[in-house]
């Protein structure tokens, strides 16, 4: 049995459900990293926050490049690079 959305011989598995979570997770703990970021006036904060945003969008990559090879996810889309986040007057 398939879910709606997915195709023949595509099943849903607990595994792909926990990845999919797992990829969710890591994309809303890098914006949140990012936010802090925003507010925090220490440079070396700043530095570290942003630092660890990163590893958590490259880890949630690397899930969605697994999943989007498995056709449980869409491939990434090409993106601009992002603007460098205003700082605090």
Request: aromatic share 0%.
């Amino acid at each position: 049995m398939t879910s709606a959305g997915h195709g023949p011989g595509l099943p849903r598995t607990a595994d792909t459900s926990a990845e999919l979570r797992s990829m969710a997770l890591h994309l809303e703990t890098a914006a949140v990293l990012e936010l802090r970021a925003q507010r925090t006036t220490d440079p070396r904060q700043v530095a570290v926050l942003r630092r660890r945003a990163e590893q958590r969008r490259q880890e949630a990559a690397r899930l969605r490049e697994r999943l989007a090879a498995c056709g449980m996810a869409l491939p990434p889309r090409e993106t601009r690079p992002r603007p460098p986040a205003p700082t605090a007057p």
